[in-house]
Nanobody, 128 residues
Framework: QVVLVESKGGEAQVGESLTLSCSASKSIVGLTCMGWFRQAPGKEREGVASIINGGGPSYFDSAKGRFTISKDKRKNTLYLQIDDLKPEDAAVYYC??????????????????????WGQGTQVTVSS
């Protein structure tokens, strides 16, 4: 099973951009689906973005073009760029990965059941 480690999230101001990274302990080529989730205080965890091998990215409805998920297979790293930060983006962000086999729909819909490995989470703080 792969170990995922998110970079330190950090703090940014409203309107700024922030990029999170998630390093995998082994090649991500065999990880068919990778994604980002977030959980704000008092709220349920929600799937923010996912990306599946051979397919494009999928985003939650509130993304509105501000989120970009990408991966670098050479560095075994997953990224999430958040542009035009808003106060509601403040949360703990988690990266996650499936195994070699995954239900495509579950990945694209960012269903937690599609993911087997999870990072420890990183805090994103947005100040005004």
């Amino acid at each position: 099973q792969v170990v995922l480690v998110e970079s330190k999230g950090g703090e940014a101001q409203v309107g700024e951009s922030l990029t999170l990274s998630c390093s995998a302990s082994k090649s991500i080529v065999g990880l068919t689906c990778m994604g980002w989730f977030r959980q704000a205080p008092g709220k349920e965890r929600e799937g923010v973005a996912s990306i599946i091998n051979g397919g494009g990215p999928s985003y939650f409805d509130s993304a509105k073009g501000r989120f970009t998920i990408s991966k670098d297979k050479r560095k075994n790293t997953l990224y999430l760029q958040i542009d035009d930060l808003k106060p509601e983006d403040a949360a703990v962000y988690y990266c996650a990965a499936s195994g070699a086999s995954v239900v495509t729909r579950a990945c694209k819909e960012r269903q937690a059941s599609a993911f087997r490995s999870w990072g420890q989470g990183t805090q994103v703080t947005v100040s005004s």
